[in-house]
């Protein structure tokens, strides 16, 4: 079982929502990650937080709004999304400072934007 | 020059055989080579790892063959089974870059019973 938990497993919504997806860790690590990944292709790195700061944004759409209220938990604040942004989200978390690919993927939130 | 090739996109085995997935790489400064394994609806999971001033690496049934000035790497997985079909990705990072995964595309592995 994953020690990454990510809610909701599923999200639905309209262009004009505001709606937020959660990940909470329980591991102790100190670096938090949002990824996207879209049908057949490769995750793509979002944000990168370390030690509950923001270190990596590459440079993702100011519609996606990331949050890391403490070390065990982070959040995605979506407003205004498209239809293209529908996808797998996936958090995942590093012990340290985020100073290796050894990354713990949760099994992520299927968003779609209708 | 941050690309990672992997090859081939998908593959069939049949149970008991050896699944041979390859990688290559340009960047030299890259740090670390791991293997993530994805099964359908689920996230990525760390399957094995590598760093360059290692050659091989052996998980049991996985083993990692890394040649440095090939700028080559490849999993292998022996004697397969039908629960080790899953996409995989090989992936490099830099360590002072934690957590930014350069990924393959992916190779879809099925192994036929």
């Known amino acids: 079982d994953t020690e990454v938990t990510q809610t909701p497993k599923h999200l639905v919504m309209g262009m004009t929502n505001k709606k937020s997806l959660k990940c909470e860790q329980h591991?102790?690590?100190?670096?938090m990650y949002w990824y996207k990944q879209k049908a057949k292709k490769p995750p793509e790195l979002m944000f990168v937080?370390?030690?509950?700061?923001?270190?990596i944004n590459e440079s993702v759409p100011s519609r996606f709004s990331p949050e890391c209220p403490n070390s065990s938990l982070l959040n995605l604040h979506l407003h205004a999304l498209q239809p293209e942004d529908s996808a797998l989200y996936l958090c995942?978390?590093?012990?340290?400072?985020?100073?290796?690919?050894?990354?713990?993927f949760g099994e992520g939130s299927r968003l779609t934007v209708l | 020059q941050q690309q990672v090739k992997q090859s081939p996109q998908s593959l069939i085995v049949q149970k008991g055989g050896i699944s041979i997935i390859n990688c290559a790489y340009e960047n030299t400064a890259f740090d670390y080579f791991p293997w993530y394994q994805q099964f359908p609806g689920k996230g990525p999971a760390l399957l094995i790892a590598?760093?360059?001033?290692?050659s091989e690496k052996k998980e049991g049934r996985f083993t990692i063959s890394f040649n440095k000035s090939a700028k080559q790497f490849s999993l292998h997985i022996m004697d397969s089974q039908p629960g080790d079909s899953a996409t995989y990705f090989c992936a490099a990072s830099f360590d002072n870059q934690g957590g930014k995964l350069i990924f393959g595309q992916g190779t879809e592995l099925s192994v036929k019973p």
């Open positions: 995942a978390s590093s012990p340290g400072s985020a100073n290796t690919g050894e990354l713990f």
């Open positions: 937080y370390s030690y509950e700061k923001l270190s």
């Open positions: 590598i760093r360059p001033d290692v």
């Open positions: 591991m102790g690590h100190r670096a």
